[in-house]
Structure formats: structure tokens, C-alpha cells
């Protein structure tokens, strides 16, 4: 068991390393990882990988009651509460697993979780450390669970803006994941953050137009007002991300209440000690026009979620 641990730090050391992360995002790596065919291999190699284990570890995932899945738009703040549930004892989350996408390829739902406990594993022991392109900066709670749980009862990932995307895309997988649970039942949750913050990362991390930015972020606002109509509201809950920045300890708290969860004092002291609630916020990074702000304006005229947010460059958010 040692050894495999070993095995298993000293490749993640690999995959975490900026040269690797280099080839495989912009070098000669990044056409082969993004190709089909790439992913059908790999697709079928964790099929074949969790078929094993599932057969191994039976039961394992007996005392589950809860898939915790995040929706909302991409950079709005959900990595830095899932990271925060993930140290829960009860809970493990992961951030880079694509549940819909194992959910459409077949897999089932046992194969599914030992998917989301090894990516909860491996980013616990790279620090989750985010942001990594500009201003890396490390979402570890020292003292508590990540990457390993106490009793397993809640289960899940934090990848909001590519579920979003897929279920806008395929939406007969929102009934499928509820049937592939068999019995866990799915909760959703939606952080919510000032839309000019998303707007301006996409503009300054992803080097794309206003209008492009603007125009994407409006056709993710669409998709989510259909989802949120089509989950129960028992089954979601809506985070802001600036009040949860500013009050962390009132939001933690409301989550873990949300998922069946004990928010025990030394778990939301130990999570509320990391936030700085001076956050940085994105939309100070780059030059707005007027008519930028009128897109915005409009934008939330007619987005219910995003009732008392000021389109205004000067303003703190809601």
C-alpha cells in the first residue's frame, strides 16, 4: 500500500509540474490529449481501471446519501467552497472530474465515486493550489480532511462551469445522473458571483473579446435559468460568492446544513482562517466601456439570479 502511495505522490509531482502542465495545455501534448481518440482510450481505461476496484472494495460507498454536483459560471467562486467542502470530514469533492462525462460514457455509479475519490486525492496533494496560469494561490485547510474522509456521506466535484455547459448541451443527462445514482440522491449547488468578475477572467485568462466574454456568459445564464427551473428547489441551493467572501463561516454553515452535514465549530474555523475577505476582484484587471456595461446592464434585466447586482465598474458587487 506504501508503495503504491509513493507511486501515486511522485506522479502527481509529475502531472503538477509546469513543464508538464506546458505540453499538455499550449505544446505538442495538447492536441493529443484534446483528441478524440485520445479520449476514448482514456475513457476506456478508467472504465476498465474502476470496474476493478469496484469489484475489489464492495460496499465501500455504502454509507453515502448525497452526489454534491456545483452548476454555475466558469470563475465564480465554486472552486473555492468545494475545496473548502472537501474538508469536511463527511465529505469528499474533487475539482477536475468531468461526472456527466462518465455519466453519458456508461459508467456506473460505484465507478463513478472512485473516480471522484482519487481526483479529490490527487488535488489535496497538490495543495489545492489554483489559478495556476496567473497568481497561484493555495485553497488548503490545514488540520482537517482533504483528500480523505472520516465517514463518507456526502460525495461530489466542483467543476460548475463545464457541468453547466454539458447539461445546456445534452440535457436528458440531468434525469440520467438521478437514475445512475441508484439511491444517492443528486443536490445541486449554484455560487453565484457579480457578473462583470467571470466576464473580466474570461477577457484576461482566456484572452477573449468583451463581446465574445459577454455573449458566452449570456448563453451560460440561459442554460442555468432552464436547470434551475427543471431541479427541485429542495435540491439546490444559491450561494454569493461575495457574501459567502465576506461572511464565510454563515455560508459554510448553510451548505453543510444543505447537504446533511454537522458544520462542527472546529471544521468552519479551521476553513473560515484561510479566506481574506480583501478579495481581489477581477473586474479591476481590465478597461470597461460604457458599452460594455450596458451588455451587463441587460444581461441581468432579465437573469432572476442576479437580482441586485449594480453593473458598475467602481461598485463592491452585491
Avoid at 469533492?93 to 482519487?118: C, M, N, P, S, T
Avoid at 473579446?209 to 445564464?221: H, W
Avoid at 458599452?291 to 451587463?296: K, M, N, Q, R
Amino acid at each position: 500500500m506504501r508503495s503504491r502511495e509513493g507511486i501515486e505522490e511522485r506522479w502527481v509531482s509529475v502531472i503538477d509540474s509546469l513543464t508538464w502542465r506546458r505540453l499538455a495545455r499550449s505544446g505538442p501534448g495538447s492536441r493529443l490529449l484534446a483528441s478524440r481518440s485520445y479520449r476514448a482510450v482514456d475513457t476506456a481505461r478508467r472504465f476498465a481501471a474502476t470496474s476493478i476496484q469496484t469489484a475489489r472494495h464492495r460496499g465501500r460507498f455504502r454509507d453515502v446519501e448525497t452526489l454534491c454536483v456545483f452548476i454555475g459560471h466558469t470563475k465564480s467562486g465554486g472552486t473555492l467552497l468545494g475545496a473548502l467542502l472537501d474538508a469536511h470530514p463527511d465529505v469528499v469533492l474533487a475539482d477536475e472530474i468531468d461526472v456527466l462525462r462518465y455519466v453519458a460514457a456508461g459508467f456506473r455509479r460505484d465507478q463513478i465515486f472512485h473516480l471522484l475519490l482519487k481526483g479529490s486525492r490527487r488535488e489535496a496533494q497538490k495543495g489545492r493550489v489554483t489559478a495556476r496560469r496567473l497568481d497561484p494561490y493555495s485553497f488548503a485547510v490545514p488540520g482537517q480532511w482533504q483528500g480523505r474522509h472520516r465517514e463518507l456521506r456526502v460525495i461530489g466535484e466542483s467543476r460548475a462551469g463545464p457541468t453547466t455547459r454539458r447539461l445546456g448541451r445534452e440535457p436528458d443527462l440531468l434525469p440520467l445522473l438521478s437514475q445512475r445514482m441508484d439511491g444517492v440522491r443528486p443536490r445541486f449547488i449554484h455560487v453565484v458571483r457579480h457578473p462583470m468578475d467571470p466576464i473580466a477572467a474570461m477577457v484576461r485568462r482566456g484572452r477573449r473579446t468583451f463581446e465574445d466574454a459577454i455573449s458566452d456568459y449570456g448563453f451560460q445564464s440561459r442554460t442555468l435559468l432552464e436547470l434551475r427551473r427543471r431541479i427541485d428547489p429542495g435540491d439546490l441551493l444559491t450561494i454569493r460568492y461575495e457574501g459567502f467572501v465576506r461572511e464565510p463561516a454563515e455560508s459554510l454553515r448553510a451548505s453543510c446544513t444543505f447537504l446533511g452535514l454537522e458544520p462542527e465549530e472546529s471544521y468552519v474555523n479551521a476553513c473560515t482562517a484561510i479566506i481574506d475577505p480583501s478579495f481581489r476582484r477581477e473586474r479591476d484587471t481590465v478597461q470597461w466601456q460604457e458599452g460594455h456595461l450596458e451588455s451587463v446592464r441587460e444581461l441581468i434585466s432579465r437573469t432572476s439570479f442576479l437580482d441586485g447586482f449594480e453593473p458598475d465598474a467602481h461598485e463592491n458587487g452585491a
